[in-house]
């Protein structure tokens, strides 16, 4: 590898138009522009995502640079998110990447989204010691890798229905409350009674996820009651039934997680994607690998959420390793995990 190997990374999968720079896997610049048209509708418009990104996407990247204190002929590769993620939103990224790498005569690296996320590991402290299981919890992903000492992985459970994220947004829209849902239900509960209410945790068979059934739950808990009754019980509880939610998902996040862990033997556990963000859910998480003499390695929330960092870090590794993609990479919205 070069000596001063300098990598932009873009990342443009969802509603984040996001860029960064990093100089020998060390971030000099980390620039996320989250688009708020998507609030008045409750969850991301595909057609504005992408629409957003194209008006974003050049300002961004500039920023970056600009930041970083880096000009565009410094830059050894850059690396993009290919997949998995909205189809719009991608080949906005994709396009502006390779177009880009071809005017500079650089490599372009497509990177899988989720190995983005699990890239991001190496930006938290600590770091995660290989064998681990890593939990991929996001808006659109709730996946459990296992990481073996080669750095090689294996799928071992995901959600078969909703992801955790989705559960959080779609329960916030139920409730009333803002975009994105997560967030919301999390300043909330902090006053609540996570015991007020226990909502059913569904537990399916080996370490498999699904979160429909207890957003299905809460609904029929609501239309139990009626008028003003309702409305009552959203006045004196609101903070109360958030965190009796927010506790049902993290049991049974934390569920596989366990089992899992204690089936294979292992001790150390990371925790990625936005819905690791999640203050009680971090806490959960240390608390099970310290408890089995292991680590938790969470990555800085600025490194939890979507962002190009990640992006460009997993870059950095496959540029080591020559692992250039053609000028004919394209957007694959439904991208398998590599």
């Keep these: 590898m070069a000596i001063n190997t300098i990598i932009l990374g873009i990342e443009t999968s969802c509603d984040d138009t996001a860029a960064s720079i990093v100089r ?73 990447a390779k177009s880009l790498a071809m005017a500079l005569g650089i490599p372009v690296i497509g990177i899988n989204h989720l190995d983005g996320h699990i890239a991001s590991l190496m930006l938290s402290d600590p770091s995660p010691v290989a064998p681990y299981l890593c939990l991929i919890v996001s808006g659109g992903h709730t996946q459990i890798m296992h990481v073996r000492q080669d750095a090689s992985r294996e799928l071992l459970g995901k959600t078969r229905d909703d992801a955790a994220g989705e559960a959080f947004d779609k329960v916030a829209k139920i409730l009333g409350l803002g975009f994105p849902g997560g967030p919301e239900i999390e300043k909330i509960s902090l006053t609540g009674d996570p015991n007020y209410h226990r909502f059913p945790r569904t537990r399916l068979k080996g370490y498999d996820y699904s979160f429909s059934g207890i957003k299905t739950n809460l609904l029929y808990y609501l239309n139990s009651f009626k008028g003003d009754e309702r409305e009552e019980l959203l006045r004196k509880h609101l903070p109360d039934i958030c965190a009796s939610f927010q506790e049902a998902v993290i049991d049974m996040l934390a569920a596989p997680i366990e089992s899992a ?20 859910l971090r806490d959960r998480f240390v608390q099970i690998a310290a408890i089995r003499g292991g680590v938790c390695a969470v990555p800085h929330i600025q490194y939890s959420m979507d962002n190009a960092a990640m992006i460009a870090v997993s870059g950095f590794d496959k540029f080591g390793r020559n692992q250039f993609s053609p000028l004919t990479l394209s957007a694959v919205p439904s991208l398998a995990f590599s």
């Design 24 to 96: 020998n896997g060390q971030v000099l610049s980390n620039i996320v522009s989250t688009q708020s048209e998507h609030a008045l509708f409750g969850g991301v418009v595909p057609e504005l995502a992408s629409r957003a990104h194209q008006r974003l996407i050049v300002p961004v990247v500039e920023q970056a640079l600009r930041d970083a204190g880096i000009s565009r002929n410094q830059l050894s590769a850059i690396a993009v998110t290919f997949g998995p993620g909205l189809a719009g939103s991608l080949l906005v990224g994709v396009s502006f």
């Design 261 to 280: 862990l204690d089936n294979l033997g292992l001790q150390n556990v990371g925790l990625v994607g936005g819905v690791s963000a999640n203050k009680s």
